[in-house]
């Protein structure tokens, strides 16, 4: 079982940056592959960063040279650090595992998943 949990979220100006931070419970979270995801208000759950359990990342083309996704596992922690955030970045964002590491795009790939966090970018 893995627990996690988000922080960071909050209301920043367009081009301002926040960070996400999600912390994991558990002793094999290194084996985990990692997600971000994030769901605007009467939209579907989209995939935003994925990181493999070896580093590797993918990030969607909207987000790309803006958010980066890392991975600190002695902390059992991902991050999301977006900067020039624009007002269409506004969502929940959640944090998600994958036993298998696939770096799946998709919701299903992922059995575990934390509450989630606000952002809002404000024009």
């Known amino acids: 079982q893995v627990q996690l949990v988000e922080s960071g979220g909050g209301l920043v100006q367009a081009g301002g940056s926040l960070r996400l931070s999600c912390t994991a419970s558990?002793?094999?979270?290194?084996?985990?592959?990692m997600a971000w995801f994030r769901q605007a208000p009467g939209k579907e759950r989209d995939i935003v960063a994925a990181?493999?359990?070896?580093?590797?990342?993918y990030h969607v083309d909207s987000v790309k040279g803006r958010f980066t996704m890392s991975r600190d596992n002695a902390k059992n922690a991902v991050y999301l650090q977006m900067n020039s955030l624009k007002p269409e970045d506004t969502a929940v964002y959640y944090c998600?595992?994958?036993?298998?590491?696939?770096?799946?795009?998709?919701?299903?790939?992922?059995?575990?998943w934390g509450q989630g966090t606000q952002v809002t970018v404000s024009s």
């Open positions: 558990g002793r094999t979270f290194s084996s985990y592959g």
């Open positions: 998600a595992a994958d036993r298998q590491s696939r770096m799946a795009g998709v919701v299903s790939a992922y059995e575990y």
């Open positions: 990181i493999s359990r070896s580093g590797g990342t």
